[in-house]
């Protein structure tokens, strides 16, 4: 399966624990997402990764996350002191630019962090 | 306000059925339109893009109205595997460093459709 990959993809842990993501994109694609969706919502943008470049942050991004894409191919999300409220699901994409262009996003099933 | 607004529904349909779904978005600099689908605890994917002359395929037509800021998407013929929640997506054009436009898409809160014998 060349698709996006995460894992782990249920990860459950007590509040005040750090927790590490990792997302594997599509060999090819140099633009790498990171989404989070809670229930009843849509996805929301975290942040953003051009190669090994982060480019961009959402002000959701607190300062207990933070995101790595060290060789500009996988990347991690760590959230330290993890909060009741950090529970939902992870959701990594990846894009090609081609051109220009931004070619559609494809995304990984997900990693679901529930926290006790 | 929501930068994207859908109505969540659910809607209940029978098999065969016609549903629209609706969606507004707030910004006007909105470049790129999609709807993506995503069935229970799975991701989402993207069903379609949707073009200003508004576009088909096979049983499913997305329409735009930049002037109202509305997107819509008819499902003919439902069928039991449409069955699934529908996402509005919506990008402004953002550009990086390099000058290159990315693609930080704004989702809607989804619409859940089911289809029912």
């Known amino acids: 399966d060349t698709g996006v990959s995460q894992n782990p993809r249920h990860k459950i842990t007590k509040r005040g624990q750090n927790v590490t993501f990792r997302c594997d994109p599509i060999?090819?694609?140099?633009?790498l997402y990171w989404y989070r969706q809670t229930l009843g919502q849509g996805p929301e943008f975290l942040t953003y990764?051009?190669?090994?470049?982060?480019?961009?942050k959402s002000r959701l991004l607190s300062d207990r996350f933070s995101a790595e894409r060290p060789k500009g191919s996988f990347s991690t999300l760590e959230i330290q002191r993890t909060e009741q409220g950090d529970s939902a699901m992870y959701l990594c994409?990846?894009?090609?630019?081609?051109?220009?262009?931004?070619?559609?996003?494809?995304f990984g099933d997900g990693t679901r962090l529930s926290i006790l | 306000r929501k930068e994207v607004e859908q109505d969540p529904g659910p809607f209940n349909v029978p098999e065969g059925a016609t549903v629209a779904f609706n969606c507004t978005y707030s910004?006007?600099?909105?470049?790129?339109f999609f709807w993506y689908r995503q069935d229970c605890r799975k991701e989402p994917k993207l069903l379609m893009s949707?073009?200003?002359s508004g576009n088909e395929d096979g049983r499913f037509t997305a329409q735009l109205n930049r002037a109202s800021q509305y997107i819509s998407l008819l499902i003919r013929d439902s069928k039991l595997s449409d069955s699934a929640t529908y996402l509005c997506?919506?990008?402004?054009?953002?550009?990086?460093?390099?000058?290159?436009?990315?693609?930080?898409?704004?989702f809607g809160q989804g619409t859940i459709l089911t289809v029912h014998p």
């Open positions: 994409a990846s894009s090609l630019v081609y051109g220009g262009i931004n070619q559609p996003q494809h």
């Open positions: 060999s090819e694609h140099n633009r």
């Open positions: 990764f051009q190669n090994e470049a982060q480019l961009e």
């Open positions: 910004n006007s600099a909105s470049q790129s």
């Open positions: 949707v073009y200003s």
């Open positions: 997506v919506v990008t402004v054009p953002r550009f990086n460093a390099g000058g290159t436009s990315y693609g930080k898409l704004t």
